[in-house]
């Protein structure tokens, strides 16, 4: 993807492309990328289609199709693009963090950790699926994945701030205050709004 003050000079590129070979699925998708970029979303899922037309294997653009129907507000349509791209690819891990992503917003807890550990186990350093799904761990009330996942996730990204949160609420469900105080505080350093709640019940073991 260019850089915005090339992006114009970019998609131009990828239309001359087009012009002489109409049947790459590979320039219509990164031509799409870059309307997506420029927020031309209709122009860029008829790019999308057209890749997935050319080159039905080409599980990005299914999950870029996704994200154009979440931004909708449809998880439906965003969960079905997803489950496509895996199917097409059964091995990639974005469109199975998105599954579990849209699982965890749908409140469909179990589903969502079997996308999600799909996706950790193809790729062991997808940083917001192991967030998220330490997160799920945690409202399955199975606190020591929880806190395993989290650490994970601080082994890739020390600053990580949604996993010191995560790893805050865990700490303090299963009694170990000390390092609960400690992730919350390091939560806050890094920008992250602990829930008050959270605050409070750490407040009295300070």
Request: negative net charge; charged residues 20%.
């Amino acid at each position: 993807m260019p850089i915005a003050k090339n992006a114009d000079d970019y998609i131009t590129e990828q239309r001359v492309a087009l012009s002489a070979n109409p049947e790459c699925g590979t320039t219509h998708y990164n031509l799409g990328v870059a309307l997506m970029g420029k927020q031309a979303y209709e122009e860029a899922e008829k790019e999308f289609l057209a890749a997935i037309d050319c080159s039905p294997s080409l599980a990005e653009a299914y999950v870029q199709m996704g994200a154009l129907n979440l931004r909708r507000g449809d998880l439906d349509a965003c969960l079905n693009w997803n489950q496509r791209a895996t199917r097409v690819r059964p091995g990639f891990a974005e469109g199975w963090g998105n599954i579990g992503f849209i699982h965890m917003q749908r409140g469909e807890v179990d589903e969502a950790i079997k996308a999600l550990k799909k996706a950790t186990t193809f790729n062991f350093r997808f940083i917001q699926a192991i967030a998220t799904l330490a997160n799920a761990y945690l409202m399955k009330g199975m606190l020591l994945e929880s806190i395993t996942a989290s650490q994970n996730a601080l082994k890739l990204d020390p600053k990580f701030a949604v996993a010191h949160n995560n790893l805050a609420i865990a700490y303090l469900e299963n009694g170990e205050y000390i390092k609960a105080i400690e992730h919350a505080d390091k939560a806050i350093q890094l920008g992250y709004a602990v829930a008050p709640q959270i605050l409070e019940e750490l407040a009295q073991y300070r």
